[in-house]
Nanobody, 121 residues
Framework: QVHLVESGGGLVQPGGSLRLSCAAS????????MGWYRQAPGKERELVAT???????SYADSVKGRSTISRDNAKNTVYLQMNSLKSEDTAVYYC???????????????WGQGTQVTVSS
């Protein structure tokens, strides 16, 4: 079984920073793209940032310039550093990853359980 576990969410004041982490565990053969999504109350889940296995990144316009996605392949972990946080960044943040397992014979997209980020004074 493969699992993704996020951490690092919490309450932060406007203008503050947070670093989210997401670690994949299990018998993993390889990981392709990894990403972060978020879902605010009453809204659909939206893409925040992605990073592929080669390290190329992409960002939603709403977070571009304020956030950095990175990954540590040795630890099967993806990070999201968020700076200059705004109230509109308040949401549950989910990570996902495209993972090969079972010796490279099984490919699936996995999601974490989500971590709450609240930006408020």
């Amino acid at each position: 079984q493969v699992h993704l576990v996020e951490s690092g969410g919490g309450l932060v004041q406007p203008g503050g920073s947070l670093r989210l982490s997401c670690a994949a565990s299990g018998i993993i053969f390889g990981i392709n793209a990894m990403g972060w999504y978020r879902q605010a109350p009453g809204k659909e889940r939206e893409l925040v940032a992605t990073i592929n296995s080669g390290g190329s990144t992409s960002y939603a316009d709403s977070v571009k310039g304020r956030s950095t996605i990175s990954r540590d392949n040795a630890k099967n972990t993806v990070y999201l550093q968020m700076n200059s946080l705004k109230s509109e960044d308040t949401a549950v943040y989910y990570c996902n990853a495209d993972i090969w397992s079972r010796g490279g014979t099984y490919y699936n997209v996995y999601w974490g359980q989500g971590t709450q980020v609240t930006v408020s004074s």
